[in-house]
């Protein structure tokens, strides 16, 4: 990461015994693939020796992220790198009727009532004195305007000590239905916790993995699914990338509007319970997760304001561009529109853009990016926490990490939510 020029370090060894000479070239391209310029310059190398050099560019690069080859001889090494990311400009491009479309969308969710629209069932086995641990089964938003509700579930830990405490929810990347899903424990205490699984994943596509024990059946019965969608026939098992084409292109029943809702409904479901704090609300997950932060503080508002989230190498942000990047999950986009034209379907999809979510979002934000991610690319990550307007906000940058968690990334969030509790 560099302001203006890169200052690029190569060392360069020569495992012969003579002398070598060598033409190192390096080719600059923006992550949208627009060829920037080339570099050549000359690198003397002793025999049984090695060599650094300085690559950099004559002109300063626009603020944006870039991808570097270097040959030595042959192609040598390739990786991504950032000018003044900070400075990047993803701007906003929601549709007139944006926040009307989300507190429509958002009166179609039940009223949560115990034993009626929500039911909370003990796991005894992973409660512990600190917290009881509770499967959460509630009802959210049909997959359109019309229809049964979809059962929800997720897995819910309070706290046993009697006082209020801050909520802390846990949101999970893709679900490509492979292993099982875990029960958290009893947790330590010091937040009220609620792990969710958002329609057709996860929970709400297989059993736990606590369920698939003969003392567990004992206790509950055989695993019965109560979700009225039967995702199970409706997409094909192997293939990961359906969700993102799940009703592509109907505004009213697009898989991302049901996963956004079931999280406005699990935090309104943590504010019916007598433990939680709702004035210190806080969020974090990665990937998939991450983009769920991003939703979560800026959909439950006005009813529920975050006080921070930690969204890591957060997921559908800045479709014009992320769809240029990489070719995933623009491809399933394009296999999906039908009879949209680019721009009719960049519109269908500014509704569930995290950039244009973040134009929402008052909470402080923690957000993590790795500059070799080729899932959810660096600009994708910048595009939603350069539209924030709370200065309380950090980026972690791993120059070297992919599609993956910084080193120390849980304490890192913990310790920003605990100073920002209230």
């Known amino acids: 990461m560099w302001d203006g020029k890169p200052s690029i370090s190569l060392v360069i060894e020569n495992p ?36 650094t050099i300085k690559i950099t560019t004559e002109e300063d690069l626009e603020p944006g992220f870039y991808r570097a080859k270097i040959y030595v001889g042959t192609a040598a090494k390739a990786f991504n790198f950032g000018i003044s990311p900070y400075d990047i400009v993803s701007a906003p491009d929601m549709q007139p009727d944006f926040n009307e479309y989300w507190e429509n969308a958002k009166t179609q ?11 909370l069932t003990e796991i005894t086995s992973k409660s512990n004195a600190k917290g009881k641990v509770y499967l959460v089964e509630f009802q959210s938003v049909p997959n359109g305007l019309e229809g ?12 046993q000590d009697g006082q209020k405490h801050p909520v802390l ?9 492979g292993g099982s899903v875990t029960v958290p424990s009893g947790g330590s205490g010091n937040y009220a916790e609620f792990y969710l699984s958002t329609r057709g994943q996860y929970h709400n596509n297989r059993p736990a993995s606590y369920e698939k024990t003969e003392a567990w059946i004992a206790e509950h019965g055989e695993w019965v ?8 026939s409706i997409m094909k098992p192997n293939d990961k990338y359906n969700w993102f084409g799940f009703n592509f292109g109907d ?41 769920f932060c991003y939703a979560a503080a800026a959909l439950s508002y006005p009813e529920y304001t975050f006080t921070a989230i930690a969204p890591n190498v957060a997921f559908l942000g800045d479709y014009p561009d992320y769809f240029r990047i990489v070719s995933w999950p623009g491809d399933t986009a394009k296999a999906n529109k039908g009879s949209m034209t680019d721009e009719e379907m960049y519109a269908f999809l500014s509704y569930y853009d995290t950039k244009n979510l973040a ?10 990016s790795g500059l070799q991610d080729g899932t959810c690319p660096p600009h994708t990550n910048f595009a939603p926490f350069n539209n924030l307007s709370n200065p309380d906000k950090e980026m972690v940058i791993d ?17 920003f939510f605990q100073e920002r509790t209230k």
């Not at 699914?225 to 199970?232: I, M, V």
Request: hydrophobic share 35%; glycine share 8%; aromatic share 12%.
């Open 16 to 51: 012969n015994a003579v002398d070598v000479t060598e033409t190192v070239k390096t080719e600059i391209s923006t992550d949208l693939k627009k060829f920037v310029t080339k570099v050549e310059q000359t690198a003397e190398v002793p025999a049984k020796g090695k060599v």
């Open 109 to 119: 969710l039940p009223t949560l009532v115990e034993g009626e629209t929500v039911t």
């Open 148 to 159: 049964d509700p979809v059962i929800v579930r997720g897995f819910y830990v309070e706290p």
């Open 169 to 177: 929810m846990h949101f999970f990347g893709w679900d490509d239905r």
């Open 225 to 232: 699914s109560k979700d009225p969608c039967e995702y199970a």
């Open 251 to 291: 505004k009213d029943g697009f898989y991302y509007r049901g996963a956004f809702l079931d999280i406005v409904q699990a935090v309104r479901f943590m504010a019916t319970r007598e433990t939680s704090d709702m004035n210190n609300l806080f969020a974090e997950g990665s990937s998939q997760g991450g983009a």
């Open 359 to 368: 134009t929402r979002i008052s909470a402080a934000v923690l957000a993590s």
């Open 399 to 415: 120059p070297t990490m992919g599609h993956s968690f910084p080193a120390g990334w849980t304490t890192k969030y913990e310790k």
